[in-house]
């Protein structure tokens, strides 16, 4: 079937730099993305979200682009820092109208902040 | 706010032997609860649907007879992973959406349920 994938398994960044994680979708019916972060042995936690009617939102030190002509999907974190190490996953939903659906989640990247 | 939780949050049983896990939105009622599967280094995979009072739905592939969901109330939802076997270990992860807007609807997580079947 359809996914969600990750152009990057492990990035690598210098503590107070930026870093870009990038993803990319299939599914031309997606119209709702949510960027998450795991950290080891626990859930996934909300970072930000998108939707298809929108190709950009900020929220703290963190932006989601979306750029429907590609199907692709980026998370940017600014001035990172040693607890943003954690790997990323975006998720895609398509939006039936009805009640909430299931996510389908991307391979995720894993962010190390070097210090 | 949109706390879930989940309980236990780690196990080890036998083979053959079933296990329950609870997942709860602490402080907000969810309409649908969501369970997922994770290997390790592995993505989130949707095993299963739960809304309240309502059958589950499962996805393709994961079998209804041995993942029981029960989704009793608005704040609780159970995952019954019956007559486990070693190949079931895993980290089960629940998540829970309010269900007001559609597909377009924030899914907060619980911590996850580490199982090791022995």
């Known amino acids: 079937g359809e996914s969600v994938g990750l152009h990057l398994p492990t990035l690598s960044v210098q503590e107070g730099d930026n870093s870009i994680i990038n993803c990319a979708y299939s599914?031309?019916?997606?119209?709702?993305f949510i960027w998450y972060k795991q950290e080891s042995g626990k859930g996934p936690q909300f970072i930000i979200d998108?939707?298809?009617?929108?190709d950009k939102r900020q929220g703290q030190r963190v932006t989601v682009l979306l750029n429907k002509t590609v199907k692709h999907l980026s998370l940017q974190i600014a001035a990172t820092q040693p607890g943003d190490s954690a790997v990323y996953f975006c998720a895609e939903n398509i939006g039936t109208g009805g009640g909430a659906d299931g996510l389908t989640f991307g391979k995720g990247t894993h962010l190390i902040i070097q210090p | 706010g949109a706390v879930v939780s989940q309980h236990p949050s780690r196990v080890i049983c036998k083979s053959g032997t079933s296990v329950k896990i609870e997942c709860r939105s602490l402080?907000?009622?969810?309409?649908?609860m969501f369970w997922y599967r994770q290997f390790p280094k592995q993505s989130l995979m949707l095993m299963a649907t739960?809304?309240?009072?309502?059958?589950?739905?499962?996805e393709q592939g994961v079998e209804k007879d041995k993942f029981l969901i029960n989704h009793a109330s608005l704040t609780l939802s159970t995952l019954t992973v019956t007559s486990a076997h070693p190949e079931d270990s895993s980290f089960y992860i629940c998540?829970?959406?309010?269900?007001?807007?559609?597909?377009?609807?924030?899914?907060?997580f619980g911590p996850g349920t580490r199982l090791l079947v022995l």
């Open positions: 739960s809304n309240e009072g309502s059958k589950a739905t499962y």
């Open positions: 998108i939707r298809s009617n929108m």
């Open positions: 998540s829970a959406s309010r269900g007001t807007s559609g597909g377009q609807e924030t899914q907060y």
């Open positions: 599914n031309s019916a997606s119209d709702y």
């Open positions: 402080d907000f009622q969810a309409t649908t």
